[in-house]
Nanobody
Framework: QVQLVESGGGLVQPGGSLRLSCVAS????????MGWYRQAPGKGRELVAS???????GYADSVKGRFTISRDNAKNTVYLQMNSLKADDTAVYYC????????????????WGQGTLVTVSS
């Protein structure tokens, strides 16, 4: 069974930094796209950043210049470095993987992590 496990969330003061990690497990051969989404209280889920297996990245306008997404394909891990955090960044952050190919050749179209809470507050 393929699964994603996030870590690194917590409470941080405005202007501070956090680094989120997400590890994919389950006899994985490759993952096409990995990304981070977030859902603030009372709002819908939105894409924060994504990265392809070749390293092409994309960011929401609200986080450009402050957040950096990266991945280690050998470890099936994606990271989100978050700097200059604002109160508006408070949300549950979810890891997402698309186009997951298992060693057996079986493909999983999309999987989600359970989420990690980031709270930006003084």
């Amino acid at each position: 069974q393929v699964q994603l496990v996030e870590s690194g969330g917590g409470l941080v003061q405005p202007g501070g930094s956090l680094r989120l990690s997400c590890v994919a497990s389950g006899s994985i051969f490759s993952i096409n796209v990995m990304g981070w989404y977030r859902q603030a209280p009372g709002k819908g889920r939105e894409l924060v950043a994504s990265i392809t297996s070749r390293g092409t990245t994309g960011y929401a306008d609200s986080v450009k210049g402050r957040f950096t997404i990266s991945r280690d394909n050998a470890k099936n891990t994606v990271y989100l470095q978050m700097n200059s955090l604002k109160a508006d960044d408070t949300a549950v952050y979810y890891c997402n993987a698309e186009g997951v190919v298992k060693v057996s050749g079986y493909m999983v179209s999309e999987i989600w992590g359970q989420g990690t809470l980031v709270t930006v507050s003084s």
